[in-house]
């Protein structure tokens, strides 16, 4: 048995959290629904006109690996913070859930600060998220841990982290490592514009190294620039083991050994969608390393999936396990 | 028309909130439903022990002062916060929220950090905190700006306040100040512990000074060592013009002008009790700047305190004037 089940690798942030009219997206520019990066000037001034928010740890690869931890699962994390007051909440949240994490953070004196995203949480549930990736944009290939990586039954890579100088080269490495030592590789397009800036990089990935596609419907028709939607399922399909494509309250696509299924969304009122995709994937990769068949991990993703978008955050608050009981999945 | 209805004087804080079990504050030594002062060593390594958790600015009076500020009321807070993420973060909400907030920060190379509260929430809803102080200690009477104390129809003084070197020399001055310009003084207890600690300089401030008093009945308990709520009541009420004495499910009882009045509770499923106390005297506070009568002033911090303790956070997250509206009050 390998120490890991999963290792993901990804942009460490904390999440401001703040619930806004649509009007004020309107005013300061803002798309809805999608991640836009902004610099840090941006970053105060945009933080200086929302209301009251709450902190708490984000990061989509990390409120995977947050999710999975929260089932049980043996995980570890990769993500640049820095040794400042958000930095230690970052890490503590994920350590305090069961997760490794050991990645060396910044120095004090870098010029940069730890991650934030701004994630404005508009009256329908929806989340538009302003992220100042500061110092994790840094991540570097020294960061990646050869024999962490070759600990893992799957390496979880976080598309996000496409952006960034040393990104793929860092990603490469860890594909190395893992898949030298009989690991599998999984990863998510994370947003529709991440694809449109690194397509040929999650092209080339996808063709040659990736067993597991976390997706949903936008980024799947972004990354094969077509409005077809079976078209662009069978055309990831060719290329990786297995796709799982979500798509919003129609639950989510499956592909598997050529075979499409389908799974139905659980019912519940949208409170706050951050998060949706990350504990999907937390749900089907915890399921499928524990040896669930691809329908009852999709069950899982969309349980999981259910839970996070009910409450403020994108990490549980409640028994996933419980939840998975309930619905007759294990 | 003075500038302020309320200005109030309080520890700045950041709240880390972490749900756990009765047996973990048993573990730990922590005396359950109080608040416990803990230094910088103990924050740490508390912090280590505790389960994920999500930050959200905190300070009793920094809570009472943004319930007013959401109720559309003009208002003013003093406190100190060091310049750094957690301080800035503190800034931002009350300032968010509608409030003045000019405290100078202390300097980036102070040695101690911006204050913080763990705030351990069990399954009951009852909260049990553990304060790091931090630079908000040191508040001193050169943060008060007699100006502004003038402009206040009310003061509100926080009586966790009362720790710290300068802290009795700060109030003495804001006290002063405000009378000297026709404006009311209340203060509210804060803690049973708190008023051992201080009960000779809280008797002189309530002899002397204090038009308005908030407490729970532990709280007032302590301030005249006996068992006898019906006497330690009415040993208040003949120093001071209103109590508004808190009691937890049975509401709130308050004596004015020699009569003694009851007002229930509200009825809510408690999720986290953090900032009952503080919401109740924001709801009274503003219902009495805004002239409505002692009864109606007490329904309106009862329904505060109500929406409060039913969601984690110690600040209103709905709208509490449609609240007030509903109940009948306004």
């Not at 996808?206 to 597991?212: H, T």
Request: aromatic share 6%.
């Amino acid at each position: 048995m390998k120490k890991y089940q999963v290792v993901g690798i990804g942009n460490a942030m904390v999440d401001v959290l703040s619930t806004e009219e649509d009007a004020f997206l309107a005013e300061n520019g803002i798309q809805k629904g999608i991640m836009q990066l902004i610099d840090m000037e941006r970053a105060v001034d945009l933080y200086a006109r929302v209301g009251p928010a709450t902190e708490v740890s984000g990061g989509s690869a990390a409120n995977t690996i947050a999710g999975i931890a929260h089932l049980g699962g043996r995980v570890g994390y990769v993500g640049k913070v820095k040794d400042d007051q958000l930095g230690r909440i970052f890490a503590h949240d994920l350590r305090a859930q069961g997760a490794d994490f050991d990645t060396p953070p910044a120095a004090v004196d870098a010029a940069q600060e730890t991650g934030r995203c701004i994630v404005l949480v508009t009256p329908d549930g929806e989340r538009s998220m302003n992220t100042y990736l500061g110092v994790t944009e840094f991540l570097a290939p020294a960061d990646i841990d050869p024999a962490q990586m070759a600990q893992a039954d799957w390496i979880y890579l976080e598309g996000y982290r496409f952006d960034g100088p040393d990104s793929h080269a860092a990603f490469a490495k860890a594909v190395t490592a893992c898949k030298g030592a009989g690991g599998k590789v999984s990863l998510t397009l994370s947003d529709p514009f991440c694809v449109e800036r690194h397509r040929d990089a999650f092209r080339k990935m996808i063709d040659e190294d990736v067993d597991l596609l976390f997706c949903n419907r936008a980024e799947l028709l972004s990354m094969y620039q077509t409005d077809d939607f079976d078209h662009a399922l069978e055309r990831a399909a060719a290329e990786v083991e297995t796709v799982a494509c979500t798509d919003s309250e129609n639950g989510a696509h499956l592909m598997c050994a050529g075979q499409r299924r389908h799974v139905p969304a659980t019912q519940v009122t949208i409170r706050d969608a951050t998060g949706a995709g990350d504990m999907f994937a937390a749900g089907f990769l915890w399921g499928l390393s524990e040896g669930h068949d691809v329908d009852a991990c999709g069950r899982m993703g969309c349980i999981a999936a259910g839970e996070v978008i009910s409450h403020l955050g994108a990490r549980a608050t409640t028994d996933l396990k419980a939840l998975f009981r309930q619905h007759g999945v294990i």
